[in-house]
């Protein structure tokens, strides 16, 4: 059943097949115009809030068969097919092996959306969004904002769009804190969730690396306390803060699968600095590529609210909390084997705190040596396990 | 029995007790002046080469009870006791819990020497020394040299001495690299051999980690291509790359239970980027701490030694390679079962390869939280061990 949103377009026409391609276009809702600002967690006000989103599939007459995708810290709206002006060779969605028609996440029965997180650069409002009290980009005059405030966004694009219950909220990483926000703050409107590769709160390793992040970000000069708009970018540290994170995604194992001690394009060592072993020269290459598409300051705003986030209480009070419509939310927890960044135990902590609670709780950890980012390959248990969750529930 | 070294210097007198307390003063032993310069692995000159270095105890009339202990990366010479100018509060030796006497390494029976290593700025020639061709620092005119080019200029230091026989050789991290280095390269001077927190060569994680380290650092553009010595140094960067290396030297339980998610001086979030956390406060202190310290250039140099090194092939040549008058070397390898910059495995691999090579091999994997640093850190196990190996083959 076709539904308009805020801007009157037709939320099922924005989807459609082309030769089994779904072809999707980036929307945008747009909210809390001063004086109604939005009260963040922090107290400051943020307003006017846009959230880019992207849907697929079609909302049904009850209202009640939609899914939310929490994307991940460097993600974005675009989870599955194509954009009508994509070129040649453009890749899809970045979870396409997951979402789609017959697909873990079945648009032929489910109405999926995924919003840009707040604070992100992809077309949601955030550090680079123009401040309408000065007309420039807000920088560090953006407000932090936690994983609630991410949260309470998507609960207004959710409410805009028409949808009464969600049938599920999944997503992996940063998006799999989201997950956990959503249900202890609307628990009764979740019928299932889906916390991929995450934890209830970061460990001192996980604050490690992020705050490593962010002082190589704010170590080069070009970032210039944020104010970088309308020159040249941070690139350089930007890099590092990359390079930093891509290391934390992989594994010892996956590392020495893909690339060993293997040298890139020469024979022998060459005794200088431009690089000898391929991982360095994919290290190099994963650092540029994310200068190009990612905005500093949102590096800082999000990794930081990743560090704030701690729902270990809220998780485990029991009760109606997690209650819909007198049926418990029922979860389903994935962890992978290899992923030290947020380790299987940390998965278990979760699970236990659910039990512990009355929780609904099933537990998969599944066997990978690709580390935290194994949700983001193709894997044909995690779409048969997803697909099989939220269908067993539909 | 003392013995004077190249200048004069009697070595039994440098080091001597006061109220238990070794008094030892860093002492230098230059050579390869030109034309007679060091060549190196890669084939470059250097010279002339002047190598910092400390020693305690007596060397016997055999010149036989010495024990050569090898530094890790950022380490220096001054492996125990208090110089005469000491303050106050100053803290002694890194590794004072194990060298002294009736230690460890008990310097009322061994003659102990360790040297400062090549390319570090810490009394060695390295990157921040003068190039007597330019009469300015190196920088990046320093040539690129390897873990085996540090053992080559510690073996000239030996002989130097006058010593004719090591009774040991023991390091831990890149200290450990040089102990399998000595022991291809000279293998028929060295009685007993002990690499702890070490591998045969970096992984690929391990490469990843000091490549992020060196782009961190040559992103600063103080760093200036290494040329910084008359003007600012690279700080900013410098203090990246350290926080990085800190990480990957503790471990996940332990920063859980030194820092978990407490604050520094805080009650709340303060929802801002001058830190919240303990850990950053305490990550932010040893960036700062290794700026005072430490030169960047050396980072880079021996960094990329540590990433060159692999002593695969060479550790698995059988037969007298490894024998010393007859006998062969007698290998302790230590390692640490929460070390995941060098873990257990790479030395079980280490112990594999020496016993399939016919060696003699013993191996301890110390059960310990802290992960790769734990051989600095005072434990009466390694202290009994290390004892036990030196003075059984005594």
């Known amino acids: ?29 747009t909210f809390a115009e001063p004086p109604g600002e939005l009260v963040l967690e922090s107290g400051a006000k943020l307003g006017p809030v846009t959230i880019a989103y992207e849907t697929y599939g079609t909302l049904n007459a009850a209202k009640d068969n939609a899914i939310l995708i929490a994307h991940a810290f460097s993600g974005d709206s675009h989870v599955a097919g194509r954009y009508p002006a994509d070129r040649e060779g453009e890749k899809p969605g970045w979870w396409d092996f997951m979402v789609g028609p017959g697909k873990g996440i079945d648009t032929d029965k489910y109405f999926v959306i995924c919003p840009n997180i707040l604070g992100s650069c992809m077309g949601s409002t955030g550090p680079a969004s123009l401040n309408p009290a000065t007309g420039k980009p807000y920088g560090l005059g953006f407000p932090m904002m ?50 991929i590769a995450t934890t209830m709160r970061h460990s001192a390793l996980a604050i490690a690396f992020n705050e490593i992040a962010r002082q190589a970000i704010m170590a080069d000069p070009k970032w210039n306390k944020g104010e970088y708009y309308s020159g040249a ?74 560090d704030y986030f701690d729902v270990v209480d809220r998780m485990g009070r029991s009760g109606p909390l997690h209650e819909n419509g007198g049926q418990k939310i029922k979860y389903l927890v994935v962890s992978y084997s290899s992923d030290w960044l947020y380790p299987t135990y940390q998965a278990k902590e979760l699970v236990q705190t659910l039990k512990r609670s009355g929780q609904d709780v099933s537990f998969c950890e599944i066997e990978a040596d690709c580390g935290h980012d194994a949700f983001l390959i193709p894997d044909e248990r995690l779409t048969t396990l997803i697909g099989g969750f939220f269908d067993g529930l539909a």
């Open 1 to 29: 059943m076709p539904h308009k949103d805020e801007k009157g377009i037709d939320v099922e026409s924005v989807t459609s097949r082309r030769q089994d391609v779904l072809i999707v276009e980036k929307q945008f809702h």
């Open 233 to 306: 970018k941070p690139g350089m540290g930007l890099a590092v803060a990359r390079m930093i994170g891509h290391v934390t995604y992989l594994s010892d194992k996956a590392m020495h699968r893909k690339f060993g001690r293997r040298l890139q394009d020469k024979e022998t060592f060459s005794f200088g600095f431009d690089g000898d072993f391929q991982v360095e020269s994919y290290l190099r290459h994963q650092g540029n590529k994310f200068v190009n598409r990612f905005d500093a300051n949102s590096v800082l705003y999000i990794t930081k609210a990743a």
């Open 146 to 195: 936690t994983i609630g405030d991410m949260v309470t966004t998507q609960k207004i694009l959710v409410d805009a769009l028409g949808i009464r219950r969600l049938h599920g909220v999944i997503g992996g990483s940063v998006g799999g804190m989201q997950v956990l926000e959503w249900c202890v703050r609307f628990p009764d409107i979740i019928r299932c969730a889906v916390p």
